[in-house]
């Protein structure tokens, strides 16, 4: 049902780019990344970040945009291979998503946006690496959505360019296994965490 709605959203996107009374563009960027939850610290997992976005503005000052994301997000062990380190055997996670983010935007300025919203994510792809690469399993270790909240920045840096940067967070954990513990305050289960940096081009 999430798959069929991510491309009916896809098509909706691209028509409305098109639309006269809409703004629209391209986005591409990179995502750094960690998972809260796995006892590995630190935004060590970077990715790609791409798609497609159409906005409208509501009034003077506030504007609405809806985007089509492919993000790469998961967590890096950088001392994997460090065997004198206590988490060398700590599998990281590699992540990648179809992401819808619904954002309102408020016009700061001429040049400068601040911007709100939720995200909703299809799950195309999870697994854990280890040291051999990726491990095997025999069910799929994540459930197979992301639903998160994200705060970020829009620089209009030319009449076409903006540069954009943003934290999102997930609101639900995104382990399979994570909804067969029974939480406590130090047992709260894995979220994505994401720092990203990308340049919208409007058209």
Do not use: W
């Not at 970020?152 to 296994?177: C, F, Q, V, W």
């Amino acid at each position: 049902m999430l798959k069929k709605l991510v491309v009916l959203l896809c098509v909706f996107l691209a028509i409305n780019i098109k639309a006269q009374n809409f703004g629209g563009g391209i986005v591409l960027g990179l995502s750094t990344s960690q998972i809260a939850g796995d006892n590995l610290g630190g935004f060590n997992k970077a990715g790609l970040l791409i798609g497609i976005f159409a906005n409208k503005d509501i009034s003077d000052y506030l504007s609405l945009q809806m985007e089509m994301t492919y993000t790469q997000k998961g967590s890096n062990n950088p001392k994997m291979n460090d065997y004198s380190h206590p988490n060398y055997e700590r599998p990281d996670i590699s992540l990648s998503y179809i992401e819808v983010p619904l954002l309102i935007q408020y016009h700061q300025s001429n040049k400068l946006k601040i911007e709100c919203g939720v995200l909703t994510g299809s799950l195309i792809d999870g697994y854990y690496n280890d040291i051999s690469g990726k491990m095997s399993n025999e069910t799929n270790p994540f459930i197979n959505y992301d639903i998160g909240l994200l705060l970020g920045m829009d620089y209009k840096y030319s009449e076409n360019i903006s540069l954009n940067t943003r934290l999102s967070n997930s609101i639900l954990p995104i382990g399979a296994e994570d909804y067969e513990k029974k939480y406590n305050s130090f047992m709260k289960g894995k979220y994505n965490s994401v720092l990203s940096f990308a340049l919208h081009y409007n058209f």
